[in-house]
C-alpha cells in the first residue's frame, strides 16, 4: 500500500539564477507542482508515494517524469501526452526571497487530465489521499480530482487538501473561494497558509480561522504563518509552533515540504489516532515540519532544496 497519493499538477518552475553578462535575468530549470513537491518531500522521509496527474510527451515531461523515479514516486499513475504541451511556471523572487509565480497552462498537459485516465488502483491503494486547489480551476482536471478524492474517501483513504491558492490562475477571488470552499469537506487534514485562511474564513484570529475548518467537517487543521510559525488545531487542543531563524533566500516548495513532513509522520495512523493527537504529540509533528521548510528556503528550488533527515535532525537539536 502506498503511504500517499498526490493528484495535481506535475511542471517546471523557472527559477530565478542571477544574470548573463548583459544584465538580463538567467532561470533555472526545475521540478515544481505543489502535489508532485509533497511527495518528494514524503519520500526523501522514507515514504512510500504515487502520483497521479499529465504531463507532456515532450523534453519538459520526460524530464518530470525522471525527476519523479529518482524521487523513488509510483509513476503508473502518470499520463503522457502527445497532444498537450508540459504546463510551465516563472517564478518571481522579491529581496526577502517570497516569491510569486507567472504561468504558462493554458490548454497544457495538467488542466487536460481527464476522469478516463485515472488510475482507479492507485488510489484503491493508498492510505493517505492528497490534493490541492490549483486542480480545481478549470475542467476536465477539476472533475477529475474531485471524482478521485471521492473515490478515495469511499475506499477509506485519510484525504489532506491545500488551498494552494494562485491568483493568476483564477478568473476571480469569488470563483477560487466558491471552488476550494466545494472541497474542504471531502478532506479531513487541511494546511492553508494565514493569507488563504483570512480569504477563507473571514477571520485573522487563526484560533478562530480553524473553527470554521472544523465546522466543514476537518480533523487537523494546520496553518503556516510565515516567520511566527505554524497553528495547529485538532478541534480540541490547538496552539502555535515558532518557525526557525535561518537565511531565506527563497520560499519556493516551503508549504509543500511542511505537509509532505507532516503527512509523513502521520502515515502509520488511522483518522481516529491522528484525531486523538495530544498538544505535546501536535506540537512536535508540527516543530519538526517547521524546521524542514525552514531548511528549504536556504537553498532556490523546491524538490533540489528539500532537506534530509538528518539536516532536520541538526536544526532541531
Given at each position: 500500500m502506498y503511504d500517499i497519493t498526490a493528484?495535481?499538477?506535475?511542471?517546471?518552475d523557472f527559477t530565478p539564477d542571477g544574470e548573463n553578462s548583459e544584465g538580463m535575468p538567467r532561470f533555472a530549470t526545475n521540478p515544481g507542482g505543489a502535489p508532485a513537491?509533497?511527495?518528494?518531500?514524503?519520500?526523501?522521509?522514507?515514504?512510500?508515494?504515487?502520483?497521479?496527474?499529465?504531463?507532456g510527451r515532450d523534453d519538459f515531461g520526460e524530464?518530470?517524469?525522471?525527476?519523479?523515479?529518482?524521487?523513488?514516486?509510483?509513476?503508473?499513475?502518470?499520463?503522457?501526452?502527445?497532444?498537450?504541451?508540459t504546463t510551465l511556471a516563472f517564478v518571481h523572487l522579491d529581496e526577502t526571497g517570497d516569491r510569486s509565480f507567472s504561468f504558462y497552462r493554458k490548454n497544457c498537459a495538467d488542466t487536460m487530465y481527464y476522469t478516463s485516465e485515472l488510475n482507479q488502483s492507485v488510489i484503491r491503494d493508498t492510505h493517505i489521499f492528497h490534493f490541492g486547489s490549483v486542480s480545481l480551476t478549470d475542467d476536465?482536471?477539476?472533475?477529475?480530482t474531485m471524482t478521485a478524492a471521492e473515490l478515495a474517501r469511499q475506499q477509506g483513504a485519510v484525504i489532506s487538501f491545500?488551498?494552494?491558492?494562485?491568483?493568476?490562475?483564477?478568473?476571480?477571488?469569488?470563483?477560487a473561494i466558491q471552488e476550494i470552499?466545494?472541497?474542504?469537506?471531502?478532506?479531513?487534514i487541511l494546511k492553508v497558509s494565514e493569507e488563504e485562511s483570512v480569504m477563507l474564513t473571514g477571520q485573522d484570529d487563526p484560533a478562530k480561522a480553524a473553527e470554521w475548518f472544523h465546522e466543514q467537517g476537518l480533523s487537523l487543521v494546520f496553518i503556516t504563518?510565515?516567520?511566527?510559525?505554524?497553528?495547529?488545531?485538532?478541534?480540541?487542543?490547538?496552539?502555535?509552533v515558532d518557525s526557525f531563524n535561518v537565511r531565506t533566500i527563497d520560499t519556493t516548495g516551503a508549504g509543500d515540504t511542511f505537509f509532505g513532513t507532516l503527512l509523513t509522520q502521520l502515515k502509520d495512523m488511522t483518522l481516529e489516532e491522528m484525531?486523538?493527537?495530544?498538544?505535546?504529540?501536535?506540537?512536535?509533528?508540527?516543530?519538526?515540519?517547521?524546521?524542514?521548510?525552514?531548511?528549504?528556503?536556504?537553498?532556490?528550488?523546491?524538490?533540489?532544496?528539500?532537506?534530509?533527515s538528518q539536516d532536520i535532525e541538526q536544526l532541531l537539536s
Open positions: 493528484l495535481g499538477e506535475l511542471l517546471i513537491n509533497v511527495l518528494a518531500m514524503s519520500a526523501r522521509l522514507g515514504g512510500q508515494c504515487a502520483f497521479l496527474g499529465k504531463v524530464m518530470l517524469r525522471h525527476t519523479l523515479e529518482e524521487c523513488d514516486i509510483d509513476c503508473q499513475g502518470l499520463v503522457m501526452s502527445p497532444e498537450y504541451p476536465p482536471v477539476r472533475t477529475t491545500d488551498p494552494n491558492y494562485r491568483p493568476f490562475l483564477w478568473s476571480s477571488e469569488k470563483m470552499t466545494r472541497a474542504l469537506p471531502l478532506a479531513d504563518r510565515g516567520g511566527d510559525g505554524a497553528f495547529f488545531s485538532n478541534g480540541t487542543v490547538q496552539g502555535n484525531k486523538a493527537l495530544t498538544a505535546e504529540q501536535l506540537i512536535t509533528i508540527t516543530r519538526y515540519a517547521n524546521a524542514a521548510a525552514a531548511l528549504t528556503t536556504t537553498k532556490p528550488g523546491a524538490i533540489p532544496a528539500m532537506p534530509q
